[in-house]
């Protein structure tokens, strides 16, 4: 998010809550150094969200949303990805096991043997 969005949002912020918004230069240099990596638009949306449910202006991490880093994020989905390529190859690597193991394997329990013939 630019500095000119901050602005932005502050000024939707100062229509619903008038006085409770401080709009100094340092809180908006304050509040761009914590939204600065944060689309704007999804800053938008949840104070829209936000502002329909509490009488009280949003802190930062309401206004983020209450979902943290989008980084971590993407982050989590890339390793997700990862992950389920990694099943996919192990999947496709896997041998069936030799016919007739699972019988060979009930006739050992019920004879309590345990050595293989």
């Given at each position: 998010?630019?500095?000119?969005?901050?602005?932005?949002?502050?000024?939707?912020?100062k229509?619903?809550?008038a006085?409770?918004?401080?709009?100094?230069?340092?809180?908006i240099?304050r509040?761009?150094?914590?939204?600065?990596d944060?689309?704007f638009?999804?800053a938008c949306k949840?104070?829209?969200?936000?502002?329909?449910?509490?009488?009280?202006?949003?802190?930062?991490?309401?206004?983020?949303?209450?979902?943290?880093?989008?980084r971590?994020?993407?982050?989590?989905?890339?390793?997700?990805?990862?992950?389920?390529?990694?099943?996919?190859?192990?999947?496709a690597?896997?041998?069936?096991?030799?016919a007739?193991?699972?019988?060979?394997?009930?006739a050992?329990?019920k004879?309590?043997?345990?050595?293989?013939?």
């Open positions: 998010m630019k500095r000119a969005q901050v602005i932005d949002l502050l000024i939707k912020l229509e619903e809550y006085h409770q918004i401080d709009t100094s230069d340092t809180e240099d509040l761009h150094e914590n939204l600065k944060f689309p638009d999804v949840n104070v829209e969200q936000h502002m329909l449910t509490n009488p009280w202006p949003p802190k930062i991490a309401q206004i983020r949303g209450g979902v943290g880093d989008l971590d994020q993407r982050k989590a989905k890339d390793q997700t990805a990862e992950y389920f390529a990694e099943r996919d190859k192990a999947q690597a896997a041998k069936a096991m030799p007739g193991w699972k019988e060979e394997l009930y050992r329990l004879s309590g043997t345990t050595a293989r013939h």
